[in-house]
Protein backbone atom coordinates (compact mmCIF):
# COMPACT_ATOMS: atom_id res chain seq x y z
CA UNK A 1 0.00 0.00 0.00
CA UNK A 2 2.69 2.58 0.79
CA UNK A 3 4.92 1.86 -2.55
CA UNK A 4 1.09 2.04 -4.15
CA UNK A 5 0.54 5.83 -2.46
CA UNK A 6 4.34 6.99 -3.39
CA UNK A 7 3.97 5.76 -7.08
CA UNK A 8 0.72 8.01 -6.96
CA UNK A 9 2.40 11.02 -5.42
CA UNK A 10 5.28 10.45 -7.73
CA UNK A 11 2.97 10.35 -10.76
CA UNK A 12 1.07 13.35 -8.96
CA UNK A 13 3.73 15.77 -8.80
CA UNK A 14 4.89 14.86 -12.12
CA UNK A 15 1.52 15.84 -13.93
CA UNK A 16 1.59 18.50 -11.83
CA UNK A 17 4.81 19.49 -12.78
CA UNK A 18 3.87 19.03 -16.59
CA UNK A 19 1.00 20.84 -16.82
CA UNK A 20 2.94 23.72 -15.39
CA UNK A 21 5.60 23.38 -17.59
CA UNK A 22 2.48 23.12 -20.46
CA UNK A 23 0.61 26.34 -19.15
CA UNK A 24 3.51 28.40 -18.74
CA UNK A 25 5.09 27.49 -21.79
CA UNK A 26 8.32 26.65 -20.83
CA UNK A 27 10.16 26.25 -24.14
CA UNK A 28 9.22 29.55 -25.23
CA UNK A 29 9.83 31.14 -22.25
CA UNK A 30 13.28 29.60 -21.64
CA UNK A 31 13.75 30.97 -25.22
CA UNK A 32 12.36 34.21 -24.33
CA UNK A 33 14.62 34.48 -21.17
CA UNK A 34 17.30 33.50 -23.14
CA UNK A 35 16.72 36.57 -25.24
CA UNK A 36 17.12 38.64 -21.75
CA UNK A 37 19.70 37.08 -20.62
CA UNK A 38 21.93 37.96 -23.78
CA UNK A 39 20.87 41.38 -23.72
CA UNK A 40 21.88 41.68 -20.20
CA UNK A 41 25.37 40.41 -21.01
CA UNK A 42 25.63 42.93 -24.26
CA UNK A 43 24.80 45.72 -21.48
CA UNK A 44 26.88 44.85 -18.66
CA UNK A 45 30.10 47.15 -18.02
CA UNK A 46 31.70 44.83 -16.03
CA UNK A 47 30.59 41.32 -15.53
CA UNK A 48 31.54 40.35 -11.88
CA UNK A 49 30.11 38.97 -8.68
CA UNK A 50 27.68 40.98 -9.02
CA UNK A 51 26.14 40.39 -12.18
CA UNK A 52 25.46 36.68 -11.56
CA UNK A 53 22.68 37.69 -9.05
CA UNK A 54 21.36 39.84 -11.07
CA UNK A 55 21.69 37.85 -14.22
CA UNK A 56 19.93 34.76 -11.80
CA UNK A 57 16.92 37.65 -10.80
CA UNK A 58 16.39 38.52 -14.33
CA UNK A 59 16.43 34.95 -15.41
CA UNK A 60 13.56 34.20 -13.22
CA UNK A 61 12.12 37.42 -12.98
CA UNK A 62 11.83 36.73 -17.12
CA UNK A 63 10.43 33.30 -16.47
CA UNK A 64 7.83 34.49 -14.10
CA UNK A 65 6.37 37.48 -16.92
CA UNK A 66 6.40 34.64 -19.59
CA UNK A 67 4.60 32.87 -17.95
CA UNK A 68 1.78 33.88 -16.44
CA UNK A 69 1.27 35.97 -20.20
CA UNK A 70 1.05 32.92 -21.57
CA UNK A 71 -1.33 31.46 -18.66
CA UNK A 72 -3.34 34.22 -19.00
CA UNK A 73 -3.55 33.99 -22.61
CA UNK A 74 -4.53 30.51 -21.98
CA UNK A 75 -7.16 31.46 -20.06
CA UNK A 76 -8.46 33.70 -22.57
CA UNK A 77 -8.20 31.19 -25.72
CA UNK A 78 -9.89 28.32 -23.78
CA UNK A 79 -12.36 27.54 -25.89
CA UNK A 80 -10.49 28.38 -29.18
CA UNK A 81 -8.05 26.06 -27.71
CA UNK A 82 -10.55 23.24 -27.92
CA UNK A 83 -10.80 23.69 -31.56
CA UNK A 84 -7.04 23.21 -32.61
CA UNK A 85 -5.54 19.80 -32.42
CA UNK A 86 -2.03 22.29 -31.04
CA UNK A 87 -3.68 23.00 -28.57
CA UNK A 88 -6.71 21.20 -27.58
CA UNK A 89 -4.44 18.88 -24.88
CA UNK A 90 -3.10 21.97 -22.99
CA UNK A 91 -4.12 21.68 -19.18
CA UNK A 92 -7.81 23.98 -19.34
CA UNK A 93 -9.26 22.48 -22.51
CA UNK A 94 -8.48 19.30 -21.42
CA UNK A 95 -10.26 20.00 -18.05
CA UNK A 96 -6.86 18.90 -16.05
CA UNK A 97 -6.67 22.23 -14.78
CA UNK A 98 -9.57 24.92 -13.77
CA UNK A 99 -9.89 28.56 -14.85
CA UNK A 100 -9.61 29.45 -10.97
CA UNK A 101 -6.09 27.55 -10.93
CA UNK A 102 -4.47 29.15 -13.56
CA UNK A 103 -5.57 32.32 -13.24
CA UNK A 104 -4.27 32.29 -9.30
CA UNK A 105 -0.72 30.67 -10.73
CA UNK A 106 -0.68 33.84 -13.50
CA UNK A 107 -1.14 36.25 -11.00
CA UNK A 108 1.53 35.31 -8.24
CA UNK A 109 3.30 34.47 -11.51
CA UNK A 110 3.19 38.22 -12.45
CA UNK A 111 3.55 39.35 -8.16
CA UNK A 112 7.13 37.39 -8.33
CA UNK A 113 7.99 38.42 -12.35
CA UNK A 114 7.17 42.24 -11.06
CA UNK A 115 9.00 42.12 -7.76
CA UNK A 116 11.94 40.58 -8.89
CA UNK A 117 12.33 42.75 -11.78
CA UNK A 118 11.52 45.70 -9.52
CA UNK A 119 14.35 44.95 -7.50
CA UNK A 120 16.73 45.16 -10.64
CA UNK A 121 15.70 48.26 -11.87
CA UNK A 122 12.49 50.15 -11.84
CA UNK A 123 12.42 50.43 -16.03
CA UNK A 124 13.45 46.66 -16.05
CA UNK A 125 9.62 46.18 -13.84
CA UNK A 126 8.07 48.85 -15.99
CA UNK A 127 8.94 47.22 -19.57
CA UNK A 128 8.08 43.74 -18.07
CA UNK A 129 4.36 44.64 -17.30
CA UNK A 130 3.77 46.57 -20.54
CA UNK A 131 5.21 43.35 -21.97
CA UNK A 132 2.68 40.90 -19.61
CA UNK A 133 -0.10 44.24 -20.84
CA UNK A 134 -0.03 44.44 -24.15
CA UNK A 135 0.63 40.36 -25.02
CA UNK A 136 -2.75 39.32 -23.18
CA UNK A 137 -4.34 42.95 -23.29
CA UNK A 138 -4.17 44.09 -27.31
CA UNK A 139 -2.22 40.72 -28.99
CA UNK A 140 -4.73 37.82 -27.64
CA UNK A 141 -7.86 39.20 -28.20
CA UNK A 142 -6.76 41.07 -31.43
CA UNK A 143 -5.51 37.79 -32.97
CA UNK A 144 -9.50 36.63 -34.20
CA UNK A 145 -10.05 39.72 -35.71
CA UNK A 146 -7.12 41.04 -37.80
CA UNK A 147 -3.94 40.38 -38.68
CA UNK A 148 -2.31 43.70 -37.77
CA UNK A 149 -2.02 41.33 -33.84
CA UNK A 150 1.18 39.94 -35.34
CA UNK A 151 2.36 43.21 -35.49
CA UNK A 152 0.82 44.39 -32.30
CA UNK A 153 1.89 41.01 -30.93
CA UNK A 154 5.75 41.61 -32.00
CA UNK A 155 5.69 44.50 -29.68
CA UNK A 156 5.58 42.52 -26.36
CA UNK A 157 7.63 39.68 -28.26
CA UNK A 158 10.49 42.58 -28.99
CA UNK A 159 10.67 43.60 -25.27
CA UNK A 160 13.12 40.77 -23.76
CA UNK A 161 16.38 41.40 -25.77
CA UNK A 162 16.09 45.06 -24.91
CA UNK A 163 15.17 44.44 -21.45
CA UNK A 164 18.49 42.43 -21.11
CA UNK A 165 20.41 45.69 -21.51
CA UNK A 166 18.05 48.31 -19.58
CA UNK A 167 18.87 45.24 -16.26
CA UNK A 168 22.00 45.57 -16.77
CA UNK A 169 22.08 49.89 -17.54
CA UNK A 170 19.19 51.05 -16.23
CA UNK A 171 19.17 52.75 -19.34
CA UNK A 172 17.01 53.43 -22.28
CA UNK A 173 18.81 54.63 -25.53
CA UNK A 174 20.60 53.76 -28.94
CA UNK A 175 21.87 50.43 -27.67
CA UNK A 176 18.22 49.02 -26.06
CA UNK A 177 16.26 50.80 -29.26
CA UNK A 178 18.69 48.58 -31.53
CA UNK A 179 18.00 45.55 -29.88
CA UNK A 180 13.96 45.81 -29.76
CA UNK A 181 14.38 46.87 -33.51
CA UNK A 182 16.12 43.83 -34.49
CA UNK A 183 13.77 41.50 -31.99
CA UNK A 184 10.36 43.78 -33.69
CA UNK A 185 11.65 42.39 -37.55
CA UNK A 186 12.28 38.60 -36.38
CA UNK A 187 9.02 38.52 -35.29
CA UNK A 188 7.27 38.74 -38.58
CA UNK A 189 9.08 35.89 -40.88
CA UNK A 190 8.99 34.15 -37.28
CA UNK A 191 5.37 34.08 -36.82
CA UNK A 192 4.21 34.50 -40.12
CA UNK A 193 6.09 31.14 -41.45
CA UNK A 194 4.07 29.84 -38.14
CA UNK A 195 0.73 30.78 -39.18
CA UNK A 196 1.18 29.59 -42.79
CA UNK A 197 2.46 25.87 -41.76
CA UNK A 198 -0.40 25.66 -39.26
CA UNK A 199 -2.62 27.65 -41.40
CA UNK A 200 -5.65 25.13 -41.46
CA UNK A 201 -5.68 24.86 -37.41
CA UNK A 202 -5.35 28.11 -36.66
CA UNK A 203 -8.62 28.77 -39.18
CA UNK A 204 -10.74 26.48 -36.72
CA UNK A 205 -10.24 29.07 -34.42
CA UNK A 206 -10.80 32.13 -36.46
CA UNK A 207 -6.98 32.98 -36.01
CA UNK A 208 -6.27 35.79 -38.41
CA UNK A 209 -2.24 35.19 -38.50
CA UNK A 210 -1.24 35.87 -42.18
CA UNK A 211 -0.97 39.77 -43.59
CA UNK A 212 -3.27 38.84 -46.52
CA UNK A 213 -5.45 36.34 -44.61
CA UNK A 214 -3.87 34.01 -47.22
CA UNK A 215 -0.84 31.28 -48.20
CA UNK A 216 0.00 33.59 -51.56
CA UNK A 217 2.27 35.45 -52.61
CA UNK A 218 1.71 38.41 -51.35
CA UNK A 219 2.49 37.00 -47.69
CA UNK A 220 5.57 35.32 -48.92
CA UNK A 221 7.03 38.36 -50.63
CA UNK A 222 6.00 40.61 -47.27
CA UNK A 223 7.96 38.02 -45.40
CA UNK A 224 11.20 37.84 -47.71
CA UNK A 225 11.02 42.08 -46.85
CA UNK A 226 10.69 41.84 -43.13
CA UNK A 227 13.91 39.12 -43.32
CA UNK A 228 15.49 41.98 -45.24
CA UNK A 229 14.87 44.58 -43.23
CA UNK A 230 16.12 42.07 -39.77
CA UNK A 231 19.32 41.59 -41.64
CA UNK A 232 19.68 45.38 -42.44
CA UNK A 233 18.60 46.30 -38.26
CA UNK A 234 21.11 43.48 -37.27
CA UNK A 235 24.20 44.78 -39.56
CA UNK A 236 23.66 48.60 -37.60
CA UNK A 237 25.76 47.89 -34.75
CA UNK A 238 28.72 47.57 -37.57
CA UNK A 239 27.98 50.93 -38.71
CA UNK A 240 29.69 52.69 -35.12
CA UNK A 241 25.92 55.20 -34.57
CA UNK A 242 24.68 52.93 -32.01
CA UNK A 243 26.68 53.75 -28.72
CA UNK A 244 28.30 51.42 -27.27
CA UNK A 245 26.82 48.50 -29.01
CA UNK A 246 29.19 47.80 -31.65
CA UNK A 247 29.59 45.25 -34.21
CA UNK A 248 33.65 44.02 -35.66
CA UNK A 249 33.83 43.50 -39.42
CA UNK A 250 34.54 40.00 -38.61
CA UNK A 251 31.30 39.63 -36.68
CA UNK A 252 29.16 41.94 -38.68
CA UNK A 253 30.24 39.55 -42.32
CA UNK A 254 28.85 36.52 -39.87
CA UNK A 255 25.69 38.26 -39.00
CA UNK A 256 25.53 38.99 -42.49
CA UNK A 257 25.98 35.48 -43.70
CA UNK A 258 23.03 34.46 -41.27
CA UNK A 259 20.34 37.20 -42.49
CA UNK A 260 21.61 36.06 -45.98
CA UNK A 261 21.42 32.31 -44.73
CA UNK A 262 17.44 32.98 -43.46
CA UNK A 263 16.65 34.55 -46.86
CA UNK A 264 17.31 31.94 -49.07
CA UNK A 265 14.34 29.78 -46.69
CA UNK A 266 12.17 32.96 -47.21
CA UNK A 267 12.89 32.84 -50.94
CA UNK A 268 11.96 29.00 -51.10
CA UNK A 269 8.61 29.75 -49.22
CA UNK A 270 8.05 32.65 -51.68
CA UNK A 271 8.91 29.65 -54.69
CA UNK A 272 6.88 26.98 -53.45
CA UNK A 273 4.54 28.64 -50.68
CA UNK A 274 4.06 25.10 -48.84
CA UNK A 275 3.69 24.23 -45.31
CA UNK A 276 7.18 22.12 -44.99
CA UNK A 277 8.84 25.24 -46.60
CA UNK A 278 7.13 27.35 -43.84
CA UNK A 279 8.23 25.33 -41.14
CA UNK A 280 11.64 25.13 -42.68
CA UNK A 281 11.94 29.00 -42.59
CA UNK A 282 10.24 28.65 -38.81
CA UNK A 283 13.10 26.46 -37.67
CA UNK A 284 15.90 28.49 -39.75
CA UNK A 285 14.56 31.22 -37.46
CA UNK A 286 14.97 30.20 -34.38
CA UNK A 287 18.36 29.02 -35.28
CA UNK A 288 18.78 32.66 -36.70
CA UNK A 289 18.11 34.57 -33.84
CA UNK A 290 19.61 32.33 -31.36
CA UNK A 291 22.89 32.66 -33.09
CA UNK A 292 22.78 36.35 -33.54
CA UNK A 293 22.89 36.61 -30.14
CA UNK A 294 25.78 34.38 -29.63
CA UNK A 295 28.01 36.36 -31.95
CA UNK A 296 27.11 39.69 -30.77
CA UNK A 297 27.83 38.14 -27.36
CA UNK A 298 30.95 36.53 -27.85
CA UNK A 299 32.68 39.33 -30.00
CA UNK A 300 31.98 41.80 -27.20
CA UNK A 301 33.63 39.33 -24.85
CA UNK A 302 36.43 38.20 -27.02
CA UNK A 303 37.43 41.67 -28.78
Known amino acids: MKALNATQNTLSLKSIFTDFKEITKAGLAVSVVFSSLAGYLLGVFDFNASSWTTLIML??????????????????????????????????????????????????????????????NPKTAMFGAVSIFLYTSAYTPLKTVTSLSVFVGAIPGAIPFMLGWVAATDDFGIEAGTLFLIQFFWQFPHFWSIGW????????????????????????????????WLTGASLLPALGYTGRLYLTPIAAIIVLLLGIWMLVYAVKLYNSRTAKAAKTLMLVSVSYITLLQIVYILDKFLR
Do not use: H, W
Not at 78 to 96: H, Q, S
Not at 108 to 119: C, D, H, R, S
Not at 216 to 226: C, F, V
Open 197 to 228: FLYEDYEKAGFFMLPTGKKDKTTALQTILYTV
Open 59 to 120: AIGGYCMVGASNAFNQIIEKDLDKLMDRTKNRPIPAERMSTTTAFIIACVLTAIGLTILYNI
